[in-house]
């Protein structure tokens, strides 16, 4: 169950042990990033002007009572999403806005006329200043408006004030009904709500204006109109009389007999077309369902018939039973036969019936056909004898159609006229103020809480973003997870940093001493696992010769290399390290030697090896060190004398370890590294670049040199948890090796029988689990082992 959640954890594809590591890591940038933030936003809450903020709502009144109807006249709003839009438009427009200024006298109030606001110069104009000054040329203070006149200086002010005014005002339609809101915002709570009610009052008299001007427009052509037409009227219906009188034709209740016979038979062509088309449309549509076959389901008189209705009620009982026969009978059963016959009966039956129909329906086209023809025989004969009188009627009519013309709109004329006279005391506007503004109690920005709440929010955004990006950029080496991911070499153990206490300064540790002092100590445990890497790495031939580098110099391989050498000679091993950096040779400084004969004195003929080979007394370990004489020839690794010496030595020791200068700045190295049976690479902790280890990598596949592995030195143990590595942490090196280390080193003391020396021998690994407990007391300095 165990494995499996484990494996479940790994295959998550986001890593929280991993993001968890982040957030350790990049615990400053985040909170700096976080911080930084929140004071900015918090600084802009703080420093902003208040702002408030006033509502007054109008209700546009689309259902108008009319007392009078004014017809086209002066109309009302229409109710349409269009119409609404557009007063919102012009509650909001530059000519209503400029009215408000006006009215108010907004070019006084330094918040709108920013002629009257003292202008205190930003930092841009103090640097503009600044730099004016240093170059000689004073700054010119021009007066605003100053080329402009009288006039033409007050309409440039009132134009930025109105401007200013139109980024203050929001006029909006709230929702989908017919109440606008005007929203105002200015940094006076009082000026807020006074510009917010102005502008809804003046757009509802710019609306009493505009119908009012409508108004007198049309009661003035109106009367003028309507004098015309009275003597138009006049004219035209003294004509009509004078013609009556002339050809004699009176008439009573305003037709004569053969007028009303004419009108009478018209009326009954009229019916009778009406009834013959429909008999013709029944008939023939029936006609052309049943030739196309149809069926008598899609005929309408079909469907209207009682008969056929009950005859389909009747067939659908004889099939359903013929369908139960035909399931438990055969089909010569006589049963059988008779239900089959019984249905062939009812369809031929109801095929009877749709051809009466049709019959039927034949029979009244023809009577509709005979009728008319009839009634069209008395309208040629009643019209005969009424031609002859309507020619002298037909002109009357004309005159009498005229005067009634003019007679009807001389009557419109003088109704409307009246109804103008009176439109100046019905006259309404189309919007009434539903809510007048209220002066604002408090500001509607900033709003503290929220911007800080939102700075917090982007504050921990822009941490995140900021550790993510070092993430991104950290180039450095954390863990040996980071080794084998991103250069695809074995990690061969990581080597913790051995660090100073005020009890003992760092200027008397030295790795290798430190070893041979606290065998059982974190630093000793992974030198002795390096050694063990060494003697493992090839179970098929013995490895020998080691070459340790690094990519460059402070990276702690000297140390790591005589430190090693010990280990294998205290473990009974014929270890000899030879000092291969030339240059620094610091390795015999490490060790405390100052030779005159050497490596490189004997290697050319200069000394015996006896004599250039030095014993380490602390660890029986032999040094081939580096004489003070500091002549290096230009070639030494590559020569034959040093092939001959290592095959000599090889023949003389178990381990030889050899201290290399940097891959990266000596030649050298490369070839030492070549030659021997493995080489280890050596990379500091959170200090060597990916790019270094990188192009050493190439450099020792370039020389056919035999990687062991790397090493991942002055591993801060304390810090490491801040680190994505599964490898031990500090609270673990503290409980396993600190108790066992402490032993040792009390049981030292005890034998040595002094406290200065037991406090002078007292390990690193010690005193940082006792500086976890009094951290006050103690100062912490790194040390390089270099």
Request: without cysteine; proline residues 3%; charged residues 25%.
């Amino acid at each position: 169950m165990a494995a499996a959640s484990g494996s479940g954890i790994d295959d998550m594809p986001i890593d929280f042990k991993a993001l968890v590591g982040t957030v350790y890591r990049r615990f400053w940038v985040i909170v700096t990033g976080f911080t930084a933030t929140l004071l900015v936003v918090a600084y802009l809450t703080f420093t902003q002007t208040p702002i408030y903020k006033a509502n007054s709502i109008l209700q546009l009144d689309t259902n108008k009572e009319n007392v009078i109807d004014l017809g086209s006249v002066l109309g009302g709003l229409a109710a349409s999403t269009a119409v609404i839009d557009t007063e919102v438009r012009v509650m909001g427009s530059k000519s209503l806005l400029t009215k408000v200024a006006t009215k108010l006298k907004l070019s006084e109030d330094p918040e709108f006329n920013w002629t009257l606001r003292e202008q205190k110069p930003s930092i841009v104009d103090n640097i503009k200043a600044q730099v004016r000054s240093w170059s000689g040329h004073q700054a010119e203070t021009t007066e605003p408006y100053a080329n402009l006149s009288a006039e033409e200086r007050e309409a440039a002010i009132l134009e930025s004030v109105v401007q200013t005014l139109m980024q203050k005002v929001h006029v909006s339609r709230i929702g989908t009904t017919y109440l606008i809101d005007v929203e105002v915002t200015s940094t006076s709570p009082e000026t807020a709500a006074r510009v917010a009610d102005a502008v809804a009052d003046q757009y509802r008299v710019q609306q009493l204006d505009s119908k009012l001007e409508a108004t007198r427009r049309a009661t003035a052509w109106l009367s003028e109109r309507v004098a015309g037409l009275r003597d138009e009227v006049e004219a035209k219906e003294r004509r009509v009389e004078e013609f009556r009188a002339e050809t004699g034709l009176l008439s009573a209740q305003g037709a004569t007999l053969t007028e009303q016979q004419i009108a009478y038979n018209t009326n009954q062509k009229s019916v009778l077309e009406s009834q013959m088309n429909r008999a013709r449309a029944r008939y023939q549509s029936m006609k052309r369902q049943i030739d196309s076959g149809a069926g008598i389901d899609a005929i309408a008189e079909v469907l209207d018939s009682s008969v056929i209705s009950n005859l389909k009620t009747q067939r659908a009982q004889i099939l359903r039973r013929v369908a139960e026969l035909e399931t438990t009978l055969g089909p010569a059963h006589p049963e059988l036969i008779g239900a089959r016959n019984e249905a062939e009966d009812i369809e031929r039956q109801i095929t009877a019936e749709v051809n009466r129909i049709a019959t039927n329906l034949e029979s009244e086209m023809k009577v509709a056909q005979d009728q008319l023809n009839s009634i069209n025989s008395n309208i040629s004969q009643s019209t005969a004898q009424l031609r002859g009188n309507n020619i002298n009627q037909v002109r009357l009519r004309e005159l009498e159609r005229d005067a009634e013309t003019s007679r009807v709109l001389y009557e419109e004329f003088i109704s409307r006229s009246k109804e103008t006279r009176e439109q100046d005391d019905l006259v309404q506007a189309d919007a009434n103020i539903l809510s007048t503004a209220t002066v604002p109690s408090s500001p509607s920005s900033p709003r503290k809480m929220l911007n800080l709440v939102i700075g917090a929010l982007l504050g921990g955004i822009i941490g995140g973003g900021l550790a993510l990006l070092a993430e991104v950029f950290d180039m450095k080496i954390s863990s040996a997870e980071d080794i084998e991911r991103k250069f695809g070499v074995s990690s061969i153990g990581s080597v913790p940093l051995i660090r100073s206490t005020s009890l003992l300064p760092f200027s008397h540790i030295k790795p290798a001493d430190f070893l041979v002092d606290n065998p059982l100590s974190a630093f000793a445990e992974s030198i002795r696992y390096l050694r063990a890497a060494i003697a493992f790495s090839d179970l098929d031939s013995e490895t020998k010769t080691v070459a340790i580098t690094s990519s460059l110099p402070d990276e702690g391989k000297t140390s790591l290399t005589l430190s090693l050498g010990r280990m294998s000679a205290m473990s009974g091993s014929r270890t000899l390290v030879i000092d291969g950096d030339f240059r620094r040779g610091q390795l015999t400084e490490a060790a405390g030697l100052s030779p005159e004969i050497g490596f490189i004195e004997h290697l050319f003929g200069a000394g015996q090896l006896s004599d250039a080979i030095t014993k380490d007394q602390r660890s029986m370990l032999d040094i081939l060190p580096l004489s003070k004489s500091g002549h290096v020839p230009h070639d030494v690794f590559g020569t034959r004398a040093f092939d001959d010496l290592l095959a000599r030595l090889r023949t003389m020791y178990d381990l030889i370890l050899i201290d290399t200068g940097p891959l990266l700045l000596m030649a050298e190295a490369r070839v030492v590294a070549g030659k021997t049976d493995k080489t280890i690479l050596v990379i500091r902790w959170r200090r060597s670049l990916r790019s270094a280890v990188r192009q050493s990598l190439h450099l020792l596949s370039t020389f056919n040199a035999d990687l062991l592995g790397i090493t991942l030195n002055m591993v801060d143990v304390s810090r490491r948890r801040h680190h994505k590595d599964p490898g031990s942490t500090y609270k673990a090196y503290s409980k396993y090796y600190t108790m066992e280390t402490k032993r040792s080193i009390f049981s030292w003391g005890r034998k040595s029988g002094s406290k200065a020396a037991q406090k002078a021998s007292y390990p690193s690994v010690v005193s940082n689990s006792l500086r976890s407990h009094e951290p006050q007391q103690e100062s912490v300095d790194e040390f390089s082992s270099n």
